[in-house]
């Protein structure tokens, strides 16, 4: 009966039915475990390492910028704190995003507003303005951008107010135990006490670029966060300044709370500090002297004759640039928390290229001041002697030939002085700046001298004196100026050299182009008995402790009277093996030259009878008034044949016996080299003398007390 | 007699069910990750299992055939007891789904799961000789639908699943003709097409979101799944160890204690421990299975077999929820996932077929 009754249900479910509900139910869990196994075991190793990344977060310390200091230890540029309020979301008294906001919290945010100047609410949340959000450039209240930070990252603190005064951040800081997530973040900012006075030199920093944002995020920077030099000794010792930012690894939950350190910490490394080697008051001083010139000059002419200069100032037996003014500058302190677009842009569009450093930068015809390279070489290869006087009648006629065998054609030279300077010898050559002498030893002249320098005897001897090369100072953007030869022209014009070109460029002019700095230095070379000294802009390196690290050690470049720089050329004018070096007493009598135009040459009216605390300090010097014709004066119709516009030059040094102070002064479109440029020179000398009297503490000598011989 | 009977006690699927539920808890306590509102509210998850254990006895004490005789009245109470919700029930998560008895908060659509398992098994046992025709197939899903109808408007579409998957399941062990089957399947597909649109969008979005991943989808949108699929399979093999794991434990895995406690686990006990789960499932699927085979008449086999499919389509949509091969649904996993109701419904299911298990052979009696 029983079994009846079984096998009369057992019939109504048919088996092939439940055995399909069977395979139903072991395919899926077949295929689960498939599933489970390739998430687990094969993947395992996927997903393990996603959720490391999901609980583990780098943070990244950041570290200080070394400071900078001029020679005396005055402080050029350092970092200030920049205050922002900040607030945390999680720990506010209840939830910020609850509607209406809890009492507590808008008791808060009421407070707050007016101190900061933020509204409590402002602003629609939506997924277009939430996705635009960046801190401390919105127009959110506060209740929004904390709202936004609690959906992102409630444990994390977010900037409400960015770079409030510190009177509030001190208000804010005290109220900060009865408002629990309100805090103070303090940021570093770079300040440039200095400011214009030497923005040429120190620069300013910048946001990382993007296109070199790997490069840097590799060395450990933060982009949007660490800020790099963009300019001056800011850019190019970025990497003593910079330090190294620190770094923890932290374990952290899904709203970003830490809750352990995985790894030590690595603490951040601050930047060295730099003492460099300008002196701030010469380079005040300096730059007050190129400025009060140039504005006299234009207020005499009644126009903006020039609005564009240069002065340096470094020590020939060191190297030390004392000051480098490169006239117009910019205001770094402007670029300190940002770099504001018009700002830059106005600097970018400004045709006097302020960001420019016109001191190492910028390419000029040296002109006259050039007349050293060409004097020293002439005399050190013999093509004239010491005593040897040329004719200087005014103008001469030589022949422009471009090849031996060119029948060529004649061509009228003139010496800036009409009247001619009568016979003159080595000195008194370069005491006048005497143009005919100059176009006889540097192209030859027939009947005094058989056979001139030559371009390529003469490139020789300015490339040992400094000129076509970069000079290594620790500045970005220098340039290498142009010392032409045959064979330069050759590759570059498809032309031959001609005669006509050595005579221009003995003097300075045609394809030769310098900077200030060069011209500077081969003076500096001339004063330390043919010495070259690397010229710097750092004095030492400190460690953030005060400690020197490195220590000032002048580096001779080379020494033109022992190392052997010149190519010696034979009689065809082809290059040999060998090279040489130069006479000791060729400088000697540069010197005497250069002396000699402070005592009754070409800057007698300018830089002589420079009395200081008493003491009559020695100038030896060389004027330059090049002659230019760039594409500036081009437009301003300038270029008159034969009275093209010119450049003021003046360099030189003092004491003559003893020199401790080379100074070039350059004024763009400046006229006259002596009238304009000496006077700048003249008064940087006057400074740093009266600096030197100042420091050594030496009693100041009145004016009447000097007896005058 | 009554003492004789305790023989056929099934203790392996007693047993199985009752060390899922202690794993369950345990699971539980590890995912509330130091939550103290969820810490205070999974307190009672113990309470429900012993609770669930005594009516459990007691279901399985009680003759089903009882449940049989009493079906309509049954039937009422079920839709009486939805309707209740709607005069005084909580809402949460936008769905009003409890009542709150004063002392436990129940979810009645739960317990309605093990009520239409009873209504429809006894519906299907009586109408065995009557012709499987379409008319057979309408009746018994109006009579679902009766009930289903004020699960689907709380709204939760889950749970109505669940109910129309007992169904189903019963139509087609009772043999409906497979002609039949594939209209069935081609006015459920009209019928899901047409139904799309009246979805929440939360629901329509969950769809669209694994039907068709946007690749560019905004973070919220995949994290839960995404998450799932970081937690199972940082286990490993062995996995990270109870109370260990970082995703669990710093919180990245949402709904950790519910929906996605199979993630959890998997990620704490590796894929020995998700395999061993897993297996144990399959394992009371199985008992149940074999309680309807040997069960002593037609009612109780196909009490035994609706509970059992019940059991493995909860199983196989929570964990292929997690596995990211089923759309996101609310569907807990079955003795593990935290909810007393769902505990409460999951064991008394196994006191009915615990009392099917008894009465093997005693047809008479």
Same mark, same amino acid.
Not at chain 1, 581 to 599: D, F, H, Y
Not at chain 1, 643 to 658: K, Q
Not at chain 2, 63 to 76: K, M, T, V
């Given at each position: 009966?029983?079994?009846?009754?079984?096998?009369?249900?057992?019939?109504?479910?048919?088996?092939?039915?439940?055995?399909?509900?069977?395979?139903?139910?072991?395919?899926?869990?077949?295929?689960?475990?498939?599933?489970?196994?390739?998430?687990?075991?094969?993947?395992?190793?996927?997903?393990?390492?996603?959720?490391?990344?999901?609980?583990?977060?780098?943070?990244?310390?950041?570290?200080?910028?070394?400071?900078?200091?001029?020679?005396?230890?005055?402080?050029?540029?350092?970092?200030?704190?920049?205050?922002?309020?900040?607030?945390?979301?999680?720990?506010?008294?209840?939830?910020?995003?609850?509607?209406?906001?809890?009492?507590?919290?808008?008791?808060?945010?009421?407070?707050?507003?007016?101190?900061?100047?933020?509204?409590?609410?402002?602003?629609?949340?939506?997924?277009?303005?939430?996705?635009?959000?960046?801190?401390?450039?919105?127009?959110?209240?506060?209740?929004?951008?904390?709202?936004?930070?609690?959906? /992102?990252?409630?444990?994390?603190?977010?900037?409400?107010?960015?770079?409030?005064?510190?009177?509030?951040? &001190?208000?804010?800081?005290?109220?900060?135990?009865?408002?629990?997530?309100?805090?103070?973040?303090?940021?570093?900012?770079?300040?440039?006490?200095?400011?214009?006075?030497?923005?040429?030199?120190?620069?300013?920093?910048?946001?990382?670029?993007?296109?070199?944002?790997?490069?840097?995020?590799?060395?450990?920077?933060?982009?949007?966060?660490?800020?790099?030099?963009?300019?001056?000794?800011?850019?190019?010792?970025?990497?003593?300044?910079?330090?190294?930012?620190?770094?923890?690894?932290?374990?952290?939950?899904?709203?970003?709370?830490?809750?352990?350190?995985?790894?030590?910490?690595?603490?951040?490394?601050?930047?060295?500090?730099?003492?460099?080697?300008?002196?701030?008051?010469?380079?005040?001083?300096?730059?007050?002297?190129? *400025?009060?010139?140039?504005?006299?000059?234009?207020?005499?002419?009644?126009?903006?004759?020039?609005? /564009?200069?240069?002065?340096?100032?470094?020590?020939?037996?060191?190297?030390?640039?004392?000051? @480098?003014?490169?006239?117009?500058?910019?205001?770094?302190?402007? &670029?300190?928390?940002?770099?504001?677009?018009?700002?830059?842009?106005?600097? &970018?569009?400004?045709?006097?290229?302020?960001?420019?450093?016109?001191?190492?930068?910028?390419?000029?015809?040296?002109?006259?001041?050039?007349?050293?390279?060409?004097?020293?070489?002439?005399?050190?290869?013999?093509?004239?002697?010491?005593?040897?006087?040329?004719?200087?009648?005014?103008?001469?006629?030589?022949?422009?030939?471009?090849?031996?065998?060119?029948?060529?054609?004649?061509?009228?030279?003139?010496?800036?002085?009409?009247?001619?300077?009568?016979?003159?010898?080595?000195?008194?050559?370069?005491?006048?700046?005497?143009?005919?002498?100059?176009?006889?030893?540097?192209?030859?002249?027939?009947?005094?001298?058989?056979?001139?320098?030559?371009?390529?005897? +003469?490139?020789?001897?300015?490339?040992?004196?400094?000129?076509?090369?970069?000079?290594?100072?620790?500045?970005?953007?220098?340039?290498?100026?142009?010392?032409?030869?045959?064979?330069?022209?050759?590759?570059?014009?498809?032309?031959? =050299?001609?005669?006509?070109?050595?005579?221009?460029?003995?003097?300075?002019?045609?394809?030769?182009?310098?900077?200030?700095?060069?011209?500077?230095?081969?003076?500096?070379?001339?004063?330390?008995?043919?010495?070259? @000294?690397?010229?710097?802009?750092?004095?030492?390196?400190?460690?953030?402790?005060?400690?020197?690290?490195?220590?000032?050690?002048?580096?001779?470049? $080379?020494?033109?009277?022992?190392?052997?720089?010149?190519?010696?050329?034979?009689?065809?004018?082809?290059?040999?093996?060998?090279?040489?070096?130069?006479?000791? =007493?060729?400088?000697?009598?540069?010197?005497?030259?250069?002396?000699?135009?402070?005592?009754?040459?070409?800057?007698?009216?300018?830089?002589?009878?420079?009395?200081?605390?008493?003491?009559?300090?020695?100038?030896?010097?060389?004027?330059?008034?090049?002659?230019?014709?760039?594409?500036?004066?081009?437009?301003?119709?300038?270029?008159?044949?034969?009275?093209?516009?010119?450049?003021?030059?003046?360099?030189?040094?003092?004491?003559?016996?003893?020199?401790?102070?080379?100074?070039?002064?350059?004024?763009?479109?400046?006229?006259?080299?002596?009238?304009?440029?000496?006077?700048?020179?003249?008064?940087?000398?006057?400074?740093?003398?009266?600096?030197?009297?100042?420091?050594?503490?030496?009693?100041?000598?009145?004016?009447?007390?000097?007896?005058?011989? | 007699?009554?003492?004789?009977?305790?023989?056929?006690?099934?203790? $392996?699927?007693?047993?199985?069910?009752?060390?899922?539920?202690?794993?369950?808890?345990?699971?539980?306590?590890?995912?509330?990750?130091?939550?103290?509102?969820?810490?205070?509210?999974?307190?009672?998850?113990?309470?429900?299992?012993?609770?669930?254990?005594?009516? &459990?006895?007691?279901?399985?004490?009680?003759?089903?055939?009882?449940?049989?005789?009493?079906?309509?009245? !049954?039937? *009422?109470?079920?839709?009486?007891?939805?309707? !209740?919700?709607?005069?005084?029930?909580?809402?949460?998560?936008?769905?009003?789904?409890?009542?709150?008895?004063?002392?436990?908060?129940?979810?009645?659509?739960?317990?309605?799961?093990?009520?239409?398992? @009873?209504?429809?098994?006894?519906?299907?046992?009586?109408?065995?000789?009557?012709?499987?025709?379409?008319? $057979?197939?309408?009746?018994?899903?109006?009579?679902?639908?009766?009930?289903?109808? $004020?699960?689907? +408007?709380?709204?939760?579409?889950?749970?109505?699943?669940?109910?129309?998957?007992? =169904?189903?399941?019963?139509?087609?062990?009772?043999?409906?003709?497979?002609?039949?089957?594939?209209?069935?399947?081609?006015?459920?597909?009209?019928? *899901?097409?047409?139904?799309?649109?009246?979805?929440?969008?939360?629901?329509?979005?969950?769809?669209?979101?694994?039907?068709?991943?946007?690749?560019?989808?905004?973070?919220?949108?995949?994290?839960?799944?995404?998450?799932?699929?970081?937690?199972?399979?940082?286990?490993?093999?062995?996995?990270?160890?109870?109370?260990?794991?970082?995703?669990?434990?710093?919180?990245?895995?949402?709904?950790?204690?519910?929906?996605?406690?199979?993630?959890?686990?998997?990620?704490?006990?590796?894929?020995?421990?998700?395999?061993?789960? @897993?297996?144990?499932?399959?394992?009371?699927?199985?008992?149940?299975?074999?309680?309807?085979?040997?069960?002593?008449?037609?009612?109780?086999? +196909?009490?035994?077999?609706?509970?059992?499919?019940?059991?493995?389509?909860?199983?196989?949509?929570?964990?292929?929820?997690?596995?990211?091969?089923?759309?996101?649904?609310?569907?807990?996993?079955?003795?593990?996932?935290?909810?007393?109701?769902?505990?409460?419904?999951?064991?008394?299911?196994?006191?009915?077929?615990?009392?099917?298990?008894?009465?093997?052979?005693?047809?008479?009696?």
């Amino acid at each position: 009966m029983i079994m009846n009754e079984q096998k009369s249900y057992q019939k109504a479910i048919e088996p092939w039915r439940i055995r399909v509900i069977y395979i139903g139910i072991a395919a899926v869990f077949c295929f689960y475990t498939f599933k489970l196994f390739s998430l687990q075991i094969l993947q395992g190793d996927y997903y393990l390492a996603q959720a490391e990344d999901n609980r583990t977060e780098e943070i990244n310390l950041q570290t200080e910028r070394g400071i900078i200091m001029d020679r005396n230890g005055v402080v050029l540029a350092r970092n200030v704190a920049s205050y922002n309020v900040t607030i945390t979301p999680a720990d506010l008294p209840g939830d910020p995003t609850e509607e209406p906001l809890p009492g507590a919290i808008q008791e808060i945010y009421r407070e707050l507003s007016p101190l900061i100047g933020v509204p409590v609410s402002n602003g629609v949340l939506n997924d277009e303005t939430v996705k635009t959000f960046t801190a401390c450039n919105t127009d959110f209240g506060i209740t929004e951008v904390v709202i936004i930070q609690d959906t /992102n990252a409630p444990y994390s603190a977010v900037n409400v107010a960015c770079d409030i005064d510190r009177e509030t951040a &001190m208000i804010i800081q005290e109220k900060a135990s009865d408002w629990p997530g309100v805090g103070i973040e303090v940021q570093p900012i770079r300040e440039y006490p200095t400011g214009s006075t030497t923005s040429e030199i120190i620069g300013f920093l910048g946001p990382i670029p993007a296109t070199l944002e790997e490069e840097y995020r590799a060395a450990g920077y933060v982009p949007n966060r660490d800020k790099v030099g963009y300019a001056g000794v800011e850019s190019s010792l970025n990497d003593i300044l910079a330090g190294t930012n620190g770094k923890r690894v932290v374990e952290v939950d899904v709203a970003g709370k830490e809750i352990r350190d995985i790894e030590t910490p690595i603490d951040p490394v601050p930047g060295n500090n730099v003492k460099l080697t300008i002196d701030t008051r010469l380079q005040a001083a300096a730059k007050a002297a190129l *400025i009060g010139e140039i504005d006299w000059w234009n207020r005499y002419f009644n126009t903006i004759r020039s609005s /564009n200069g240069v002065v340096i100032a470094l020590n020939p037996k060191t190297g030390e640039v004392l000051a @480098m003014v490169s006239y117009p500058t910019f205001e770094n302190n402007r &670029m300190a928390k940002y770099i504001p677009a018009y700002y830059y842009n106005q600097l &970018m569009s400004d045709p006097l290229t302020p960001l420019f450093n016109h001191a190492v930068s910028a390419e000029h015809p040296p002109g006259s001041v050039f007349k050293l390279s060409t004097a020293i070489g002439a005399l050190n290869e013999g093509v004239v002697t010491p005593t040897q006087s040329l004719t200087c009648p005014g103008k001469i006629s030589i022949t422009e030939k471009y090849s031996p065998n060119d029948p060529g054609s004649e061509r009228e030279y003139v010496c800036y002085d009409k009247l001619g300077h009568g016979k003159v010898y080595y000195q008194r050559a370069i005491a006048l700046s005497c143009d005919i002498y100059f176009y006889k030893i540097g192209g030859g002249y027939e009947g005094e001298v058989e056979e001139g320098l030559g371009i390529d005897r +003469l490139a020789e001897y300015a490339k040992a004196l400094g000129y076509g090369q970069v000079t290594g100072i620790e500045l970005p953007g220098e340039a290498e100026g142009l010392i032409p030869t045959s064979a330069w022209k050759r590759v570059n014009l498809s032309e031959n =050299w001609s005669t006509g070109d050595t005579y221009i460029a003995a003097m300075g002019q045609g394809y030769v182009l310098s900077t200030a700095l060069q011209v500077a230095v081969s003076a500096a070379i001339v004063a330390n008995d043919g010495v070259y @000294m690397q010229p710097t802009l750092v004095r030492e390196v400190l460690d953030s402790n005060g400690n020197v690290i490195q220590p000032f050690t002048p580096k001779v470049k $080379w020494d033109i009277t022992k190392d052997k720089l010149i190519t010696v050329f034979d009689e065809n004018g082809i290059p040999t093996e060998e090279k040489k070096a130069v006479e000791p =007493w060729v400088i000697k009598l540069t010197q005497e030259g250069m002396r000699m135009t402070i005592t009754e040459g070409t800057a007698k009216n300018y830089l002589s009878n420079i009395i200081i605390n008493g003491k009559d300090i020695p100038v030896a010097g060389k004027t330059g008034t090049a002659e230019y014709c760039d594409n500036v004066a081009q437009d301003k119709g300038l270029c008159i044949p034969g009275n093209w516009p010119t450049h003021s030059w003046f360099v030189g040094y003092a004491p003559y016996e003893d020199p401790e102070i080379a100074v070039v002064a350059f004024v763009y479109n400046g006229g006259e080299g002596a009238s304009v440029a000496g006077p700048i020179a003249r008064k940087v000398f006057e400074a740093y003398f009266q600096l030197k009297a100042i420091d050594a503490g030496e009693p100041e000598v009145k004016e009447s007390e000097i007896t005058t011989p | 007699m009554k003492r004789e009977i305790w023989r056929n006690f099934d203790f $392996w699927l007693f047993g199985a069910a009752l060390f899922l539920s202690i794993f369950g808890i345990m699971m539980i306590q590890s995912a509330i990750a130091g939550n103290a509102t969820l810490a205070q509210a999974v307190s009672r998850q113990p309470l429900y299992l012993i609770g669930g254990t005594v009516l &459990m006895l007691i279901m399985a004490a009680i003759d089903y055939h009882y449940w049989g005789s009493l079906s309509r009245f !049954i039937y *009422i109470f079920a839709i009486i007891s939805l309707l !209740i919700i709607y005069v005084v029930g909580t809402v949460s998560f936008g769905s009003a789904r409890w009542l709150d008895t004063g002392v436990i908060m129940i979810q009645p659509s739960e317990i309605v799961k093990i009520l239409m398992i @009873m209504v429809l098994a006894d519906f299907f046992a009586k109408n065995i000789d009557k012709p499987h025709d379409l008319k $057979w197939i309408f009746q018994s899903f109006l009579m679902t639908f009766g009930v289903v109808i $004020w699960i689907l +408007l709380q709204p939760n579409l889950s749970t109505s699943i669940v109910i129309f998957v007992i =169904w189903f399941a019963l139509v087609w062990i009772c043999g409906v003709p497979v002609k039949y089957l594939l209209i069935l399947a081609l006015v459920g597909i009209v019928l *899901i097409a047409a139904a799309f649109p009246l979805l929440e969008d939360y629901q329509r979005g969950r769809i669209i979101n694994f039907l068709f991943p946007d690749p560019e989808a905004s973070y919220g949108d995949t994290y839960n799944v995404e998450q799932a699929l970081i937690t199972i399979g940082s286990g490993g093999l062995l996995g990270e160890g109870y109370g260990q794991g970082t995703q669990v434990q710093l919180r990245f895995l949402k709904v950790r204690h519910t929906d996605f406690i199979f993630s959890a686990l998997a990620e704490e006990f590796g894929f020995v421990g998700a395999m061993t789960v @897993m297996g144990l499932l399959l394992f009371l699927i199985w008992r149940c299975m074999e309680i309807g085979r040997t069960a002593s008449d037609l009612y109780g086999s +196909l009490i035994a077999y609706s509970y059992a499919a019940m059991l493995f389509f909860q199983t196989a949509v929570n964990i292929g929820v997690n596995l990211n091969v089923v759309p996101v649904s609310g569907l807990p996993l079955p003795f593990i996932s935290y909810g007393g109701s769902s505990l409460l419904s999951s064991i008394l299911g196994i006191g009915l077929v615990e009392s099917v298990a008894l009465r093997k052979g005693t047809i008479t009696s």
